[in-house]
């Protein structure tokens, strides 16, 4: 079975500076890997995807991923994160050959401070 | 567009009390759609998945089920709340091919006092 892991429960990090979000993940088989973001008190938002091709995937708001097949990660980073990016942060992970079945990690809550 | 509505949004319910929350999908057909429950300080935990009317699958054994009496309408339910059920109800949805992600809805806050 495959399992995710997020290493960083919490971030703290101050307003413009870089931040990498962690994410592992352990499976015999490919995979498709998605990152969400959830605001407080609202449902899950889709960030980016990595379904195949090019490794490093990018969002409309700054967010970029790179698969890393030999690491099994996913990571998530920013170059310059504002007050707007606090979040938690879910990485989840897809079976190619499981049907619609997302393994979510534990999340990660991106504190941006001013 | 697709959209997808839970209500109700908070819930205050007493132990042992019968729960029903309510999930419908708007703009696509023969949707699969899933449960979610997210614990304070938790991860997100898959509680069912259902892939037409009638079908439902159960991730975890618990005190609640779900059901599916139309094809854009997914229910969960309980017949005696646990202080335990506490937490964020998020139901989603997917159109079941292999690559597509997931979609979900504003979530229900379920508090059990």
């Known amino acids: 079975a495959q399992s995710v892991t997020q290493l960083d429960s919490q971030v703290p990090v101050f307003e413009e500076a870089p931040v990498e979000l962690r994410c592992n993940y352990s499976?015999?088989?490919?995979?498709?890997l998605f990152w969400y973001v959830q605001y407080p008190n609202q449902g899950l938002q889709l960030l980016l995807k990595?379904?195949?091709?090019?490794?490093l995937v990018e969002s409309i708001n700054g967010f970029e991923a790179e698969f890393n097949k030999s690491q099994t990660s996913f990571h998530l980073r920013k170059p310059s994160v504002h007050i707007s990016d606090t979040a938690e942060y879910f990485c989840a992970v897809k079976l190619n050959n499981a049907g619609n079945m997302l393994t979510f990690g534990g999340g990660t809550r991106l504190m941006v401070k001013p | 567009s697709q959209t997808i509505h839970q209500w109700p949004a908070t819930l205050v319910q007493p132990v042992g009390s019968p729960l029903s929350l309510e999930c419908t999908v708007e703009?696509?057909?023969?949707?699969?759609l899933y449960w979610y429950r997210q614990a304070a300080g938790r991860g997100l935990q898959l509680l069912f998945y259902?892939?037409?009317?009638?079908?439902i699958s159960s991730e975890v054994p618990q005190n609640l089920s779900a059901s599916r009496p139309q094809d854009r309408q997914f229910i969960l339910s309980s017949k005696k709340l646990l202080l335990s059920d506490s937490g964020f109800y998020l139901c989603?949805?997917?159109?079941?091919?292999?690559?597509?992600?997931?979609?979900f809805g504003p979530g229900t806050r379920l508090t059990v006092t």
């Open positions: 259902s892939v037409g009317i009638g079908q």
């Open positions: 990595y379904l195949s091709g090019s490794t």
């Open positions: 703009g696509t057909s023969n949707p699969n």
């Open positions: 989603a949805w997917s159109i079941g091919t292999t690559v597509d992600e997931q979609y």
């Open positions: 499976s015999s088989v490919s995979v498709y």
